[in-house]
Nanobody
Framework: QVQLVESGGGLVQAGGSLRLSCAASGSIFSGYSMGWFRQTPGKQRQLVAIFTSGGSTNYADSVKGRFTISRDNEKSTVYLQMNSLKPEDTGIYYC?????????WGQGTQVTVSS
């Protein structure tokens, strides 16, 4: 069983920065995809950034050039550096580790960007 614990959310003014962390405990195998998703009221969770199972990165168009996903394999932790934040980046951010039928989500961390 894998547990994911997110941290780093908060309230920030537009133009500011935050770094989210997602620490995994349990058995993490190579080949997991590791990503960040955002959910806003009335909408489904949407992909923000991801390491694919092959190790490449993908970003939502709305965050390209502003957000960077990174990871520390030794710590089983994935990060999301968010710069030049905009009010539309507001939402609950969830990390997700997935490999085949193994699909784990964190509890979410709130990010609020004020204008």
């Amino acid at each position: 069983q894998v547990q994911l614990v997110e941290s780093g959310g908060g309230l920030v003014q537009a133009g500011g920065s935050l770094r989210l962390s997602c620490a995994a405990s349990g058995s993490i195998f190579s080949g997991y995809s590791m990503g960040w998703f955002r959910q806003t009221p009335g909408k489904q969770r949407q992909l923000v950034a991801i390491f694919t199972s092959g190790g490449s990165t993908n970003y939502a168009d709305s965050v390209k050039g502003r957000f960077t996903i990174s990871r520390d394999n030794e710590k089983s932790t994935v990060y999301l550096q968010m710069n030049s934040l905009k009010p539309e980046d507001t939402g609950i951010y969830y990390c997700r580790f997935a490999l085949g039928y193994r699909d784990y989500w964190g509890q979410g961390t709130q990010v609020t960007v004020s204008s």
